[in-house]
């Protein structure tokens, strides 16, 4: 199957009740293990990339490695650009076939974000690319980027506005997750997603939902939440798999062994969250 956007598989999303697992992949083998993970259980899936990670290995490599898995799956597949951190890395991912994009504002003032948010808009959308934004700010670290502790959360009437200015396709809000691993148990406003999700009207993005417990996660989808991002619990639990190798025989020296470890892990974990979000099925 070729690539899709967001743009219908959120809203079929928002219409039937679950959301869409979006999972942060850092090499082919877990590119690999999302897309078994998503076939066998008939489920739409997301992956996406960071600064961090197209600087490490660029938007074109990346790209390829997900349209390959894409074109030989059964189910829907998106490439998503992660907390795009400029116009030009939102214009470099676009060029590069990227099929949603996100950029994140939200670190500047708020008209700054609108400006940015908005140039986006209008660059991609005649290509028929969907853009995720994100108002408030999410805590910890994502990459380079470590947000502050002033406004940090997403105001319900300013996220109207903010929809309306810009033109954008989902909305990521900041209820109380962060990125990154936590220190405790995350306490998340899901009165405040609630308030959100009444006043506006397209689909609207967990972030930083690694740690965070599955019960509260579901509770954030029964209250409008159509995409859950993972990123950091697929790094531990890739590097779980290839320690479970290292640890046995320290002088293996084929990166295949350990790395198909990794790769066995992750889609134990994807699984496990395509459960979570209630995508299961919906590809059929």
């Known amino acids: 199957m070729s690539l899709v956007t967001t743009k219908q598989m959120l809203l079929d999303a928002q219409a039937g009740g679950y959301a869409v697992g979006a999972f942060n992949v850092e090499n082919m083998e877990m590119v690999q293990a999302v897309i078994a993970a998503a076939e066998e259980l008939k489920s739409p899936v997301i992956m996406q990339t960071t600064p961090s990670t197209v600087k490490y290995a660029s938007t074109d490599y990346f790209y390829a490695n997900v349209k390959t898995a894409a074109q030989n799956a059964n189910i829907p597949v998106v490439i998503h650009l992660d907390h795009g951190s400029s116009f030009e890395l939102a214009m470099k991912a676009y ?3 990227y099929t949603s994009i996100m950029i994140d504002g939200s670190h500047g003032t708020f008209e700054e974000n609108v400006a940015v948010s908005a140039k986006v808009v ?3 959308h005649p290509g028929g690319v969907p853009v995720e934004a994100e108002l408030g700010k999410v805590g910890g670290k994502e990459d380079e980027l470590e947000a502050g502790d002033d406004n940090p959360y997403t105001d319900p009437k300013q996220a109207v506005e903010f929809v309306e200015k810009t033109g954008i396709d989902s909305l990521a809000v900041a209820i109380g997750t962060a990125h990154g691993v936590y220190k405790g148990e995350p306490k998340l406003d899901l009165n405040r997603l609630s308030e959100i999700r009444e006043v506006v ?14 019960t509260t996660v579901t509770e954030c989808v029964k209250r409008g939440i159509c995409k859950v991002n993972y990123a950091t619990d697929l790094r531990i639990a890739f590097t779980k798999g290839v320690k479970s190798v290292m640890d046995v025989d320290s002088d293996v020296i084929d990166p295949k062994k350990y790395n198909a470890a990794g790769r ?6 994807v699984m496990e969250k395509m ?9 059929e």
């Open 201 to 214: 009207s397209i689909p609207l993005v967990l972030h930083g939902t690694s740690g965070v417990p599955d």
């Open 275 to 283: 459960k979570v979000v209630g995508s299961v099925g919906k590809a």
């Open 264 to 269: 066995d892990e992750v889609k134990k974990y």
């Open 122 to 124: 209008e660059a991609v």
């Open 95 to 97: 060029r590069s076939g």
